[in-house]
């Protein structure tokens, strides 16, 4: 290992990182190697820049995601004593073409942007009412009253979840975010907690099938085969974790980067058909997703020599703060031309909920604007931010004048 190509970082714990995720990130973008080893976390890989995480993420043969060879898995499962709990995955992620393909078309139905764009009005209307909660009081905190609340109930009432056990599923989320690196060998434990939450509301829809997304499922064919319990897990699992998670330190982000900029709010307030232009750099400014891969082949990655077995984190918010692909990164620029960000990623895995993703953010965005005057940080509370795969904000408050 070439001593140049070390760098000390931790996804969970870096100090910067807590202080303020994407100053921290620019600085690391401008000063690190493009690819470089970190002993923590397990030891691995992270490419922090737009050209490597793009090559990389379009080169599953070498950077795969099938941390368990596909081959491997089916003889562990196969060889499971009769009556032992299903082992769930969350498939089609953990999988490389062309068995990742299979897996996914049936998913690509249900998250098209015709689909997506059916959901706006039902957005809509609760973003209004998280919001008109807490006008009256000046001021919120705000991930708990609304950026956590928006996206998963609208996710767990297009999963057909009951929304009364939100709490007890965003636990379950967060114990296994925050576990990913530290504790691999758990995983399996928690991926079938996660499944047991579910499997009630799974069985009961393929008898009694209603307008959610388990009903859809258990009427499409994966290959011509009709889906199967363990298939139905596997999708749980995955649309669980990502629908329960993610957008909301997106929402969080974005919401912060508003707060800090008034006359962007103005701006938006004034022409709110600018919104979709705002939300893309938002998106870009403060991406927050860092996927994993695993390297299956001798390689070289930005000058860095990888072997069989290494790990490569896709730090993409490194690749959306690249000055050779984005000039001035740190600005935010409104008007920004060929804002090709990565946000979702890019490759055979690029994230099938972009589009829900996207229609969220653009509706909090839309019902912030219109429902309250111009909104700040509050300079008494500070914000909290958490690292990890998904970097975002545990504790942010907003003051407005009431």
Not at 202 to 218: E, G, T, V, Y
Not at 316 to 340: C, I, M, T, W
Request: net charge negative; with cysteine.
């Amino acid at each position: 290992m070439a001593e140049d190509l070390v760098y000390d970082f931790d996804i969970h714990a870096d100090p910067g990182l807590l202080a303020n995720p994407h100053a921290r990130i620019l600085d690391m973008v401008r000063n690190a190697p493009p690819v470089f080893w970190t002993p923590r976390n397990g030891g691995g890989w992270v490419a922090l820049t737009h050209a490597a995480n793009y090559a990389a993420s379009r080169d599953p043969e070498t950077f795969s995601s099938e941390f368990v060879p596909a081959e491997k898995m089916k003889a562990m499962l196969a060889a499971l004593p009769a009556g032992a709990p299903h082992i769930p995955q969350p498939i089609p992620i953990t999988l490389d073409p062309p068995e990742h393909t299979k897996y996914r078309q049936p998913l690509q139905k249900v998250f098209s942007p015709k689909t997506i764009s059916g959901l706006r009005d039902s957005i809509r209307a609760l973003a209004g009412e998280l919001i008109d909660a807490v006008r009256p009081d000046g001021g919120c905190e705000f991930m708990a009253t609304v950026a956590e609340p928006l996206p998963v109930k609208v996710f767990l009432k297009m999963l057909g979840l009951p929304l009364d056990r939100l709490p007890e599923y965003r636990a379950i989320v967060k114990e296994h975010m925050e576990a990913i690196d530290t504790d691999r060998e758990g995983s399996v434990q928690r991926l079938q907690r996660i499944s047991a939450a579910m499997r009630d509301t799974i069985l009961d829809r393929k008898d009694n099938p209603r307008d959610d997304i388990l009903s859809l499922l258990w009427q499409t064919e994966i290959d011509g085969q009709p889906t199967t319990l363990a298939d139905m897990e596997n999708y749980g699992v995955l649309l669980f974790i990502a629908g329960l998670d993610t957008v909301m330190n997106g929402m969080g982000l974005a919401m912060r980067g508003l707060a800090l900029d008034q006359e962007l709010q103005a701006t938006l307030r004034a022409d709110p058909k600018l919104v979709n232009e705002a939300a893309e750099e938002m998106l870009r400014r403060y991406t927050f997703t860092v996927p994993m891969r695993v390297v299956k082949r001798e390689t070289e990655l930005a000058g860095a020599r990888m072997l069989p077995g290494d790990m490569l984190k896709l730090f993409l918010p490194g690749a959306d703060l690249d000055a050779r692909e984005f000039p001035e990164p740190d600005k935010y620029e409104l008007s920004r031309e060929n804002n090709v960000h990565i946000a979702f990623g890019v490759g055979p895995h690029r994230c099938l909920g972009s589009h829900l993703a996207r229609v969220e953010l653009q509706v909090l965005y839309e019902e912030m604007l219109a429902r309250l005057p111009a909104f700040r940080l509050d300079p008494d509370r500070p914000t909290v931010f958490h690292g990890g795969h998904v970097i975002g904000i545990e504790e942010m408050h907003l003051l407005w004048d009431a």
